[in-house]
């Protein structure tokens, strides 16, 4: 497993989380890193993105304001900051690092994918 993800749990609505992403096999390298989610029976969905310098992040309007992405190139991790979380954030967090250096939204874009945590918001 080239990525690995941790951090997810269970948190009442308007809790924290901070997911990390540990990358054993340095798939990062000068790589865009991205965060996912799904839920049963949906499509993997975009939270947010950053490119290998840790700029130029993008995050779906979903999650805008409330979540944060950020890396440390110097650690090979990869972070998701979650704040005010919601029922409807409950979810599998996966991490992903791309093929490229440019952010992306498109699973598409991207290689290794961590295994996930799940996260669970309660109401």
Known sequence: VQLQASGGGLVQA???????????????????VAWFRQTSGKEREFLAGINWRGGDAIYADSVKGRFTISRDNTENTAYLQMNSLKPEDTAVYYC???????????????????????????S
């Open 96 to 122: 992903a690092s791309a093929y490229s250096s440019a952010t992306a939204k498109s699973p598409n874009r991207y290689r290794y994918w961590g295994q996930g945590t799940l996260v669970t918001v309660s």
């Open 14 to 32: 308007g809790g924290s989380l901070r997911l990390s992403c540990v990358d054993s096999k340095r798939t990062f390298n000068n790589n865009a």
